[in-house]
C-alpha cells in the first residue's frame, strides 16, 4: 500500500529533484538578466531578457502579468514546450502563499496543500488563485522583435530559443533561482 502511495504521490505532484546546490540563478529584472552563479561566483550572464508585462513584484492573483519576487526551485523541465523549452518554478512559494492566506487571496486549505508539497519538495499546485504555470522559457515561435522591444509575459521569464538551449547546461530540477 505504502508503495502505490509513494508512486502516485510521485507521478501527481512531481517530486523536485536535488540539484547540485553550488549552482543557483540570479534573475535580475531591473537589468534585465540572468546570471549564473556557483555560491557567489558569477559563471554565465545571459542579457536582454524579458519578464511580465506587469513588471516584477508582489504576485497577486493569477492574470496579474507579474512576475514574482522571491526565492523558488527548478520543479520541472518541458522540452516539447510551445515556448521551445521550459523550466517551471516551484510557484507560489510557501512565502507567497502565507502572504496570501493573511490577506485573504487564498484559504486555508490552499495554504495547506502549497506548504505540504514544499515540505516534500514536490510542486505546488498551479492551479490556485495565485497562477502557476510561471518559469524560464524561450520564444518558441513567437516575434523577436516583440521580445527586444518590450516585456511581454505573463509573469514568466523569457529569452530566445538560443539562450534558453545555452541556460539548460546549467539547469536540472532542483537548481534555485532567486528572482530580485
Partial sequence: MLRIFLFLFCVCFSIITSAD??????????????????????????????????GAGIKTHRGDNITPHGEYRIGWIGERSSFHRFFGLNYPSAENAELALHKGLIDKYTYKRIVEAHRYHAVPPQNTALGGQIGIHGLGRADAKIHKSMNWTHGCIAMTNSQIDHLSQWVEPGTLVKIK
Fill in 21 to 54: 546546490e553550488n549552482i543557483w540563478l540570479l534573475i535580475d529584472t531591473t537589468a534585465l538578466k540572468i546570471e549564473v552563479k556557483k555560491g557567489e561566483k558569477t559563471l554565465d550572464t545571459i542579457n536582454d531578457i524579458a519578464i511580465g508585462r506587469g
